[in-house]
């Protein structure tokens, strides 16, 4: 895990540009024109991204699973705190199919949408780079916020 607030944030930036690059490639893939290939790469690619983010903060599965039992008491608190159920797990097929719930509505709509012609492809494209965003970014600051909070413990 992290061990210095400078390091953090460090983290926090490097994982914002890659969820910006993750965001890019799912917005080229959302602008393929055959309805349901982005649904199928974009689960992939968020589940990728997560886990990245995941190692980048330390707090990966089994990084969890090896912390003192009153750290770890402190992470899932503040988990739970920051909504984000992704910290600490290993992103396997059902976790990936929950991401992917999550996002469902969307993701259906923005692949209907390529049914119209030019229009409806570059609002998919728009639709997913937003969608992988918004997620890549929510998980970025629960990681960090989950990630101070232990800190804070470990100082005190």
Do not use: W
């Not at 926090?12 to 982005?38: K, N």
């Not at 990728?48 to 330390?58: H, K, Q, V």
């Not at 396997?92 to 992917?100: E, F």
């Not at 719930?101 to 570059?122: D, I, N, Y």
């Amino acid at each position: 895990m992290i061990e210095t607030r400078e390091e953090l944030d460090r983290a926090r930036e490097e994982c914002r540009r890659m969820v910006t690059r993750y965001a890019a490639a799912s917005g080229a893939a959302g602008a393929i024109p055959l309805p349901g290939v982005d649904l199928a790469l974009d689960a992939f690619s968020i589940a990728r991204l997560l886990t990245r983010i995941n190692e980048r903060f330390g707090v990966t599965e089994a990084e969890v699973a090896g912390m003192d039992a009153g750290l770890r008491g402190i992470l899932l608190g503040a988990m739970t705190g920051t909504g984000s159920a992704f910290i600490g797990k290993r992103l396997g097929p059902s976790l990936v199919r929950r991401v992917v719930e999550r996002t469902a509505s969307r993701m259906l709509k923005r692949s209907a949408a390529k049914l119209v012609p030019v229009a409806g492809m570059a609002a998919a494209a728009g639709a997913s780079f937003a969608a992988t965003r918004a997620l890549g970014l929510a998980h970025v600051d629960a990681c960090y916020q989950a990630v101070a909070r232990v800190q804070d413990a470990r100082h005190k």
